[in-house]
T-cell receptor, first 110, second 115 residues
């Protein structure tokens, strides 16, 4: 079983729609959680950290369920520029290593 | 945010040659840097953790004699792919941890193609 699992997609979504990404992790000792965005042939960029209380940044909402070891990302009113691969990342903090999901590819269509 | 640079951004080399990739933290001192490899349509895979002034810690399955890592200063880590082969062709990305905010910042990556 992979340490961090994501649906690889691709998700083909019309512009303006709401899209949800899910991620599960296997290490219950994980302490930090993130969503990164990676454009083709580019390095990943931090989209947002995920907190137990849930957090929102504009059109993006992230939630964490520690009991189920599940992380989600919701994008509302999707834009063409949201097309990218979204990577779920967890860290145990003790060694600062990031464990990466394989990513979910999102394609927003006009 | 903090900036991490990588050089070169892309390199094409012949099989059997060695390639050195540099990773620099430009505006902070990074005691820890990480080296990743990403094959097409796959996730980033951690290769090794590089600590300034000490030996790198390699992940299982990564040959330390083939992927030489040197972290001689707080702002520079290098990865040398020795005797490169076509199967080493990949996207190599470094990240540097800013100890102040504990955030990791990624370099732009180096695309290596071995002919």
């Amino acid at each position: 079983r992979k340490e961090v699992e994501q649906d690889p997609g691709p998700f083909n979504v019309p512009e303006g729609a709401t899209v949800a990404f899910n991620c599960t992790y296997s290490n219950s000792a994980s302490q930090s959680f993130f969503w990164y965005r990676q454009d083709c042939r580019k390095e990943p960029k931090l989209l947002m950290s995920v907190y137990s209380s849930g957090n929102e940044d504009g059109r993006f909402t992230a939630q964490l369920n520690r009991a189920s070891q599940y992380i989600s990302l919701l994008i509302r009113d999707s834009k063409l520029s949201d097309s990218a691969t979204y990577l779920c990342v967890v860290s145990s903090d003790s060694n600062y290593q990031l464990i990466w999901g394989a990513g979910t590819k999102l394609i927003i269509k006009p | 945010g903090a900036v991490v640079s990588q050089h070169p951004s892309w390199v094409i080399c012949k099989s059997g040659t060695s390639v050195k990739i540099e990773c620099r933290s430009l505006d902070f001192q990074a005691t820890t840097m990480f080296w990743y490899r990403q094959f097409p349509k796959q996730s980033l895979m951690l290769m090794a953790t590089s600590n300034e002034g000490s030996k790198a810690t390699y992940e299982q399955g990564v040959e330390k004699d083939k992927f030489l890592i040197n972290h001689a200063s707080l702002t520079l880590s290098t990865l040398t792919v020795t005797s490169a082969h076509p199967e080493d062709s990949s996207f190599y990305i470094c990240s540097a941890r800013d100890p102040v905010g504990n955030e990791q910042f990624f370099g732009p990556g180096t695309r290596l193609t071995v002919l």
